[in-house]
């Protein structure tokens, strides 16, 4: 029940996998999920506290695995009979079998005991719990419902893997809104009746939307001085040089709001390096670095040189818990559309987790875009300017 990595390949092992269903199984058969449809989840976090339904109870043992020493299944089915059995050993096993007054006694306590047992735990259940998920909790199990939802009846394809591939396509193709609805309607109609595939642009972006990709613009100096957000969000034009924001609207023009000369976009961070503990695929290798130290003289990862133990050595407190994220940042320009005859630049800033195994983190789903700086200058030395929102 506690062998649950698999030590060569990563990932889990397809024994945890059938543990866990066969817990999930004997637990669904207790009175107490049957009468009230959960139970406490004795995951790793949980620890027996929270009161869940057996599905999201399977998904945290997946990802966090078993509490440590959890032999006794407490409060799933298996308790109540050890405890009544002991006690019933205690009270009554010494008498023997010649008192009938003695054993009356026992039965009566016996059925006392299962009151007040009860009573504790419906007083446990109203105090503690349920516990409702957090909204991003609730906003990622939804969104992992909608992976595993199909099309239809018998089809491969998911809800969301197919919103976000007809989403790349309206990218990539430059498609109108109104166009992606038509294709849409198409495909539906062909498609089985009852199939789940979005209807228009606004249903297929909602839905990806609780990946929380969104990208956020931020209006930047036209000179790379500084960037208009937080208190500097109201400005019109640069506190150094005070160059404007917007460009200057024509006579006759009927544009209410001002066009930013320069404009930045940033892909929030956080969220993607929580996704990291949250994946089995890739939660187990986070502790890599600290498990996989080496003195030999030949460097295979960052954590075996001298800057990441030096690093170590004056932020102590930070090097303690080896579940912090180490990040690398990387940027360079390059132009998009060179064909045309004014070519434009820009400069992707690219953050990489250290905590990952070598063979991992250079890879493409390890390697997060987190700022496009736009050109057509390199911002040089005003870099750290367009890295703010990383703070």
């Known amino acids: 029940m506690y062998d649950r990595l698999n030590p060569t390949r990563g990932g889990i092992k397809p024994e945890f996998y059938d543990k866990v269903d066969e817990f999930i199984e004997t637990t669904s058969k207790s009175d107490v999920v049957k009468s009230e449809g959960k139970c406490r989840c004795p995951c790793v976090k949980c620890r027996c506290t ?11 043992l997946w990802e966090k ?22 006690m019933r050993f205690n009270n ?6 010649g008192s009938g007054a003695k054993m009356e006694e026992c039965d009566m306590y016996d059925i006392s005991w299962e009151d007040n ?16 998920p957090h909204i991003e909790a609730k906003n990622f199990f939804d969104l992992l419902e909608a992976d595993q939802k199909p099309l239809w009846e018998g089809c491969v394809h998911s809800q969301l893997s197919i919103a ?15 166009l992606f609805k038509q294709w849409a309607t198409l495909i539906k109609k062909t ?27 931020i209006d930047c100096c036209s000179n790379n001085c500084m960037l208009y957000r937080k208190d500097d969000a109201a400005l019109t034009s640069c506190k150094f040089c ?11 023009s009927c544009k209410s709001k001002g066009v930013p000369i320069k404009r930045m976009h940033y892909l929030s961070l956080i969220p993607r390096l929580r996704r990291l503990y949250a994946s089995m695929s890739s939660a187990p290798h986070m502790t890599w670095h600290i498990k996989n130290q080496r003195d030999d003289v030949v460097m295979t990862h960052s954590s075996h040189g001298e800057a990441w133990k030096s690093f170590d050595r004056i932020h102590s407190d930070f090097a303690l818990e080896p579940r912090n994220i180490r990040l690398g940042l990387c940027s360079d320009g390059f132009i ?13 800033v690219i953050v990489i987790s250290y905590n990952l195994p070598p063979e991992m983190y250079m890879k493409d789903p390890y390697l997060f875009l987190t700022c496009l700086i736009p050109g057509s200058n390199n911002p040089k030395a005003n870099i750290d300017v367009f890295l703010g929102p990383l703070d």
């Open 92 to 97: 009554c096993g010494e008498g023997g079998s």
């Open 65 to 86: 695995r078993f509490m440590p020493n959890y032999w006794i299944w407490i409060e799933h089915g298996e308790i109540d009979d050890i405890g009544i059995n002991q």
């Open 164 to 178: 976000v591939r007809m989403l790349c396509i309206k990218a990539e193709k430059n498609q109108s809104q109104e």
């Open 191 to 217: 498609a089985p009746e009852g199939s789940a595939i979005s209807r228009d642009y606004y249903e297929a972006k909602k839905l990806v939307q609780k990946l929380r990709l969104k990208a956020i613009k």
């Open 50 to 60: 929270n009161y869940k339904e057996l599905n999201i109870i399977k998904m945290h």
């Open 117 to 132: 047992s009860r009573r504790y735990h419906e007083m446990v259940f109203d105090s503690a719990g349920p516990e409702d």
């Open 242 to 252: 005070e160059a404007p924001i917007f460009k200057p609207i024509s006579n006759g």
């Open 336 to 348: 998009p559309n060179i064909q045309f005859s004014k070519p434009y630049s820009c400069w992707p």
